[in-house]
Structure formats: C-alpha cells, structure tokens
C-alpha cells in the first residue's frame, strides 16, 4: 500500500515537472506615458496567468509595490521614482524579471 | 510582313495562354511575422502573381483592414487598421497598378499574443475571363510568444484556418489547414500555392526581375491541392521563405455588378530554416 503511494507520488511529481518544462513563462511591460507602467503576463502554451503573483523593488531590493496579475494577465503600477525591476512570479523556475530602464512606451 | 504579324499574333497568343496559367495572389507582406517585442511593422498590399513576379492588378481599393487580437484564452479583440493605410503605386517588370503601404504603430500590436490581419479589398475585373475576384486575406502574426487565436476561425466569408503555428514554421514542415467558406469545411476546395520568388522591395516598391527559384516546368509555378471530405489541405514546405495559399471561388457571394464573382480566401504564412 506504501509503495503504491510512492509510485503514485512520483507519476504526480513527473506529470507535473513535465508540464512545468512544457510551458514557459512570459512578461512584457510598457510605459504608459500617464506615470504608470502596464506589464502583461502569460505561458508559452497560451494559459492565463491570472492571479500570478507581481512585486516591483528598487534599486535596493525593497519591495515597493506587490499585487497579482487581474483576469486578463494584466497589472498596472504607478511609475516608482528611480531604478526599479518588475518581478512575475510564478513559482520556482517560472518567474520573468525585467529591468524598470528596459521599459519603454 | 505577313510572315511577322503571324509570328506576333503566335507570340500573342502564347503569352496569354502563360499568363493565364498564373495565379492570383493578393500579396499582404510584412518582414517579420514573430516578434520578441513589438515593433512598428512596415506593410504592402498588392495584387499579382507572387511567384513570377506577374502582372501587377488593381484589386478596387481596400475595403476592410484590421487585426483580430488575442492572448491566451483572453476575449478577442478587433483592431482597426484601415487609417494607417495610403494608396501607391506598385511596379513589377512590365507593368504597375495601385497598391496600399502603411506602417503599423508599435503601440497598436505592442500585446504578446496573437494577431490575425485580415485584408478584404474590393473587386478585380479580369477582363479575358469576364468576372470579378475578391481575395479576402489573412497574415498571422505573433508578439512574445504567448499564443492566441492563430488557430481559430475569424468569422469572414470564406478562410482559411491553419492547424499548425503559421509564424513559427521550419522548412519542410506540413502546412495544414481547414478551408472554410461561412464557417463550414469546404470539401474539394481547389487551393492554389505559389512561393514569393521575387521578394517585395520595400523601398522602390517593386518586385525585381531575379527570381530565387528556377521552375522546371510551367507546372511548377502554381502548385495545386485540393481539400479534403473535412475540408483539410496539407503541404510540405520546401523552402524556406513566404509561401501564399488561394482557395478559389468558395465564398458565399458569386456575382458582383451582374457578373460572376470568385471570392477566393488567401493566407501567407512564412517558414524559416533550421539552423
């Protein structure tokens, strides 16, 4: 009966590492010209990534804003003053970081 | 004199029946098609025949150009483009006629996701055969890799809907596609294929006379396949480059302006070496 656990243990983790290899995570941010700054999320095999967890830090590493991307893999944030990067984060091995310099309109 | 008139009218005579032998491809080309990150996209629209770089035609204007928009399993959206395009003129060896160029803004396709672009223009007169063409065509493009609806109908008269990623295609590859006319399979759908030989030249707005290919045979030129029961067509891709796909004559309307009509649905998809 243990054993069977074990196995069945193992067949999760393997169809769950299989679906991690088969998508990867995307994000891409712009400037929206009015102080903010809209990023968009998804995964390569096209699923939402609603409620994937967004931390903006400075130039220090402090977070400075956190939020989740809404129902259409969208967050919006105002403008920090300053260096900044904008973190997705989707888990180990599924998370897109992209530098506030690299963010234009 | 006799003699010379008879070897023209002969000459003629055979140039019409090659030229016939062509076909009609409205042209919507872009350079890229698969973009990391937007960017502005430079587009032509022309009517011709892509794999002679033939005789250049007037398709009657532009009636509707947009792009319907998606990521993900995200609602569509319909993008209007039409405003960005201007009418010019477009020369082809021996011989021009109105074509369109515009340059898309990045900040209307800056998105990931999928856009289809969908080019409706008016009506052609082929006058040796007395009836109109209406080549409604589609381009599908995507930014960032996220896909969206490239596999999805977008409800015009007649389309052709890919079954394979039409953006990101190897060289010999198998193009395969549904042949739909108002929504349903066409079944024995005759699709003309032809390779862009003659790439667009962006800045004189010309194709050039050098043609990449060399044809064997006249039969090579045009390729024809024809759908399936399901209204399924499948290709190999040879080549890498623009490789154009005419189903004819299956859209819904059969005359315009009392004469016949052959409204035809196009799709361009672009294959990439493997390197």
Redesign the interface.
């Known amino acids: 009966m243990k054993k069977l656990l074990i196995l069945c243990l193992l067949a999760a983790m393997l169809t769950l590492s299989v679906q991690a290899f088969a998508h990867s995570p995307l994000m891409s941010c712009f400037d929206n010209g009015d102080g903010t700054v809209t990023c968009e999320g998804g995964f390569s095999d096209g699923s939402s990534a609603a409620g994937v967890s967004m931390h903006v830090k400075g130039a220090d590493g402090n977070v400075l804003i956190e939020g989740k991307m809404n129902q259409d893999s969208e967050f919006t944030f105002n403008k920090p003053e300053g260096a900044y990067t904008v973190v997705f984060d989707a888990g180990e091995g599924h998370s897109v970081v992209i530098d506030g310099s690299n963010i234009v309109e | 004199m006799k003699k010379r008139f008879i070897m023209l009218l002969t000459v003629a005579c055979v140039l019409a029946v090659v030229s016939s032998a062509f076909a009609h491809f409205m042209v919507v080309y872009t350079p890229e098609i698969a973009f990391e990150?937007a960017e502005d996209m430079d587009v032509r629209i022309l009517f011709t025949h892509p794999a002679e770089a033939g005789h250049m035609m007037d398709m009657g204007g532009v009636e509707e150009f947009y792009a319907v928009f998606q990521?993900?399993?995200?609602e569509p959206k319909k993008i209007d483009l039409k405003g960005h395009l201007k009418q010019i003129e477009w020369t082809n060896p021996g011989s021009k006629a109105p074509a369109f160029a515009g340059v898309i803004p990045r900040?209307e396709v800056?998105?990931?996701?999928d856009y289809v672009f969908v080019m409706k223009p008016g009506y052609y007169f082929e006058k040796e055969e007395d009836l109109y063409m209406q080549q409604i065509t589609k381009v599908i493009m995507n930014?960032?890799?996220?896909?969206?609806n490239w596999s999805e109908p977008v409800g015009l008269p007649c389309e052709i809907v890919p079954l394979i990623k039409p953006y990101a295609m190897w060289t010999g590859n198998v193009f395969k596609a549904q042949v739909l006319s108002e929504g349903k399979p066409v079944a024995g759908a005759e699709v003309e294929v032809e390779f862009m030989s003659h790439m667009p030249d962006l800045k004189t707005n010309s194709m050039p006379e050098a043609s990449s290919v060399e044809y064997p045979h006249d039969a090579f030129i045009t390729q024809t396949i024809f759908s399936d029961d399901n209204g399924y067509i499948t290709f190999g891709i040879p080549k890498a480059g623009w490789w154009g796909f005419a189903a004819l004559g299956i859209g819904p309307d059969t005359e315009h302006n009392g004469k016949e009509l052959s409204q035809d649905a196009v799709i361009w998809v672009k294959a990439v070496d493997m390197k």
């Open positions: 990150q990521r993900g399993d995200s900040k800056r998105s990931m996701g930014v960032g890799g996220v896909p969206g």
